[in-house]
């Protein structure tokens, strides 16, 4: 599978942001889907995760209650919402597809996410 995200840019703080990582080659209503970031200097870590078969949603707690994770299965797409962003949001984002079976996970190439203050 491809994936390509997109929606990155620079925001004030306080602003919003919607990031889309379109899916291709492959059966994506059979992927579990995550963002994670990764801060110049920080290891990448995890955002949000959305699960295939259900849609339950897991967040970081550093972005639960302002990101919100959804996906749109009939555009072979996910997507972050991102409110009220803080300078500390300030990363590279990844989309990626997560096969837990095999504890591996494909990432997409990153897109930029710079939060003024």
């Known amino acids: 599978v491809q994936l390509q995200a997109s929606g990155g840019g620079l925001v004030q703080a306080g602003g919003s942001l919607r990031l889309s990582c379109a899916a291709s080659?492959?059966?994506?209503?059979?992927?579990?889907m995550g963002w994670f970031r990764q801060a110049p200097g920080k290891e990448r870590a995890f955002v949000a995760l959305?699960?295939?078969?259900?849609?339950?949603?897991y967040y970081a707690n550093s972005v639960k209650g302002r990101f919100t994770i959804g996906r749109d299965n009939a555009k072979n797409t996910v997507y972050l919402q991102m409110n009220r962003l803080e300078s500390e949001d300030t990363a590279t984002y990844y989309c990626?597809?997560?096969?837990?079976?095999?504890?591996?996970?494909?990432w997409g190439q990153g897109t930029q996410v710079t939060v003024s203050s």
């Open positions: 080659g492959g059966t994506f209503s059979g992927l579990d």
């Open positions: 959305i699960r295939r078969n259900d849609g339950n949603t």
């Open positions: 990626s597809a997560i096969y837990f079976g095999r504890s591996y996970i494909h």
